[in-house]
């Protein structure tokens, strides 16, 4: 199976994907055969966009160690 990263674009009434010469000529595509395309969602993966943070002390004593730093 190959496998590639297509942007899906407007194409009169519908949407169309071209796919590229290469990958054409890899897969040995021809004019008029049929051919299977699976089509899998990209999924975004918050935790790395938006990275997690771990804290193990209770709210009260951090904002007391914050109020600590303000004087």
Same mark, same amino acid.
């Given at each position: 199976m190959i496998e590639v990263d297509i942007v899906?674009?407007?194409w009169g009434n519908s949407i169309g994907i071209a796919l590229p010469s290469d990958?054409? &000529? =890899?897969a040995n595509i021809e004019?008029?055969?049929s051919?299977?395309?699976f089509i899998? &969602? =990209?999924?975004i993966d918050l935790n790395k966009v938006f990275a997690t943070l771990s804290i193990k002390k209770p709210?009260?004593?951090l904002l007391d160690?914050?109020?600590k730093g303000e004087d």
């Open positions: 899906a674009r407007r990958i054409v &000529e =890899k004019p008029d055969r051919i299977k395309i899998r &969602e =990209k999924k709210t009260q004593e160690e914050i109020r």
